[in-house]
Nanobody, 124 residues
């Protein structure tokens, strides 16, 4: 069983940056593929990006590619989402998720564990 807790959300102006953290407990995440998702106001939850268990491979949604970067520190049992050049349309609750899997995991249905989310609001 893995417990996930996101942090680092907040209010930022357009063009600014934020770094989200996802701290895991209950089990080492080194065998888990990790993902980030988001749910904007009135929208369904959508894929943001994913990172392989070793951290060597990442994959991003087109909407964030080149602006967002996922990294992980397995020694700290933590995954990060660095968000740069933020836009108002990035406003959402951001969730991290974990799946005991060797491959990247893109679809939310395949993830086993989820955090409660952290709010990110980007003002124009």
């Amino acid at each position: 069983q893995v417990q996930l807790v996101e942090s680092g959300g907040g209010l930022v102006q357009a063009g600014g940056s934020l770094r989200l953290s996802c701290a895991a407990s209950g089990h080492p995440i080194r065998t888990y593929a990790m993902g980030w998702f988001r749910q904007g106001p009135g929208k369904e939850r959508e894929f943001v990006g994913t990172i392989s268990r070793g951290g060597g491979v990442t994959y991003y949604a087109d909407s964030v590619k080149g602006r967002f970067t996922i990294s992980r520190d397995n020694a700290k049992n933590t995954v990060y989402l660095q968000m740069n050049t933020l836009k108002p349309e990035d406003t959402a609750v951001y969730f991290c998720a974990a799946k005991d899997e060797t491959r990247l995991v893109i679809t939310e249905e395949h993830y086993d564990y989820w955090g409660p989310g952290t709010q990110v609001t980007v003002s124009s």
